[in-house]
């Protein structure tokens, strides 16, 4: 059974960086897509970025792209999000996510991590 654990969460200023990580039990990220998708108090989970298991292709949502940046490190079984230019509206539970195709869509991925806490203070 795949396990995800999420890392790297925290409170940083607006115009800050954080960068998150999700390690994974098995041999995951060589044969799974992953992604990261966030989730605000009385809001539902959204989708932020996906990178595919062969050829690293990546997808960002239009609210993050040029800000958030998804990388795999298949030796250490890590997907990371690197996030700049913090706003904060990107306050949210931030988790990832394992899956078979790189959809937006949250029912397509079938292993999830708990979340770290993303905290983005003006």
């Known amino acids: 059974q795949v396990q995800l654990a999420e890392s790297g969460g925290g409170l940083v200023q607006a115009g800050g960086s954080l960068r998150l990580s999700c390690a994974a039990s098995?041999?995951?990220?060589?044969?799974?897509?992953a992604a990261w998708f966030r989730q605000a108090p009385g809001k539902e989970r959204n989708f932020l970025a996906s990178?595919?298991?062969?050829?690293?292709?990546?997808d960002y949502a239009d609210s993050v792209k040029g800000r958030f940046t998804i990388s795999t490190d298949n030796a250490k079984n890590t997907v990371y999000l690197q996030m700049t230019s913090l706003k904060p509206e990107d306050t949210a539970l931030y988790h990832c996510?394992?899956?078979?195709?790189?959809?937006?869509?949250?029912?397509?991925?079938?292993?999830w991590g708990q979340g770290t806490q993303v905290t983005v203070s003006s």
């Open positions: 098995g041999r995951t990220f060589r044969t799974y897509d």
């Open positions: 990178i595919t298991a062969r050829g690293g292709t990546t």
């Open positions: 996510a394992l899956g078979w195709i790189p959809a937006r869509e949250n029912d397509r991925w079938f292993a």
